[in-house]
């Protein structure tokens, strides 16, 4: 049973009650220190006191030794011995001792010389005895047994390159002979440095990764403002499509009632006519018939012969086929009906051309160049089409580079050749949604898009990029870029600040980006087309003098998922 040790303090002295006596009042106290305070405080005659309780004793007690309390007393003392006793012995789990005998203390510090480990107690020759003081100590552990080398009970402590194992220093002299060794702490030093080359390249690869993550969450930022942008123009749009639709609706309506009432006029005006007609000539009918029953009553012969001579032949009257009127009927009921048919179709079509040509896309600026990167990497099926390739310029890298020479090349003739213009044109057309780089180097390079119908002999401007409504084409310089179509330029938009160009098509969308891209990475719109491509369009190039244009890999830094396609 453990008990609190200020229960067997004395509250005179404060220490462990030494010979301890109990007053008639229950208070505990070294013998000593009770005698000695009654001495010191006998100026009461023969009262004395308690000095904790403060009660009064005459004559003095003759106090007796405590024998039950003696005996606690005892007990806490070889009970708090063994405890402080056991704190110097190995529990498990500790380092034991070798140089003790029977119960085992733990060790405190390891002789690599002796190859022994020691507790407090043992290892005080090493710090008297003037040889073993030159011996190296070293903290005592659990795993230093297996810096042993279990052939020479040596310390391993050298380390052998050749076979990536650490031996001691018998072991180079033989099974290790000739092997590339050093000491482990030659090693520990190499290695060190490599950490810290690692280190570093981690710490690169970390700040490169936080930053493509910051851009990534910055273009998803982007694309969600983006297609909340595009819901709202979606929205607008429909419902102004909508009021258009039923303004237009309303007005066919019109036009067709107009159309209906003229129809119905004109059937009813030529109805009328017919029936004038034919009461016309049922009145002259029955007047003939009325003047032949008169005649027929008639006796005399010569009367009625000359009667008969008066009437004459009958009135000859405009025939009419008896289907007139169905066929007229049933030809302006088809005419109605294919009337009706023709405006929905109309109508269908300005729907379809205005909902679906027309639809919001998300706008250049807001597109991330890692997300076009991510989604367009490892396309290599853009390259020039060698047949398009003007006679002055020079094709290499698989048809991926295109420079001027000052020398005609020796090209074959083909229809699909430009003439007149350094220009050229890519094999494969583009009619989804695509994104190219370019590099270029040296004087002035067009960046175009086009029909393949633009015209290839002459040079007119049928046949320059740019210069006719078939062609769009962005003219880099050092000096500043200029955006063409259809021969009309936009002025001078933001220079081309490196010598790399992205271009973006959303062909279904009708977007056309020109983006300036830096050698860090950096994305800046140069210039922005919205329009209805009607043809599967080809990239195209054209080279000034002294200048080279090369079509780039696309790969992206880090793998990532693109973004859904909105």
Known sequence: MAYSEDLFDCSICLQLLEDPVTTSCGHSYCMKCINNFWDGHNDRGNSYSCPQCRQT???????????????LLEEH???????????????????QCDACTGRKRKACMFCLVCLASYCETHLKPHFEVPPLKKHNLIKACAWIKDRICGRHDKLLEIYCRTDQQFICLLCTMDEHKGHDTVAVSAEKCQMQRQLGQTKLKIADRLLHSESKIMELRQAAGSIRDAAWEACDDLERLCAEHICTLVRSVERK?????????????????WTNICVGQL?????ELRSREDRLNQLSLTEDPIQFVQ?????????????SSPNTLTEFISGQTKKLKNLCNKEKIELLRDLEKNLLWKRPTIHEKTISRMYLLTKYQGDTTMEVDPN???ACLHLSDRNREISWSDRDQAH??????FSYYHQALCKNSLQYSHYWEVEWDGGIVDLAVSYRSIERNGSGKSCCFGHNELSWKLTCSLSGSTFWHNNLHKGQIPPVLSRRVGIHLDFEAGTLGFYSVSDSGSFSLLHHVQTIFTEPLYPG???DLGATLKICKLEATIKAAGPPVI
């Open 77 to 95: 003392r070889k009970t708090h011995s063994e405890d402080a006793d056991n704190s110097t012995h190995a529990a498990p789990g500790d380092v």
């Open 279 to 283: 009461e016309r000539e049922v009145f």
């Open 307 to 319: 009667g008969f001579k008066a009437l004459g032949d009958l009135p000859v009257f405009a025939e």
């Open 388 to 390: 398009t390739v003007a």
């Open 412 to 417: 074959p003739d083909h229809a699909d050749r």
């Open 541 to 543: 190039f054209a080279v």
């Open 57 to 71: 004793f005459c004559p003095r007690p003759d106090l007796k030794r405590n024998t039950l309390l003696a005996a």
């Open 253 to 269: 309506r019109s036009e067709m009632r107009e159309r209906v009432g003229e129809a119905e006029k004109s059937g009813v005006d």
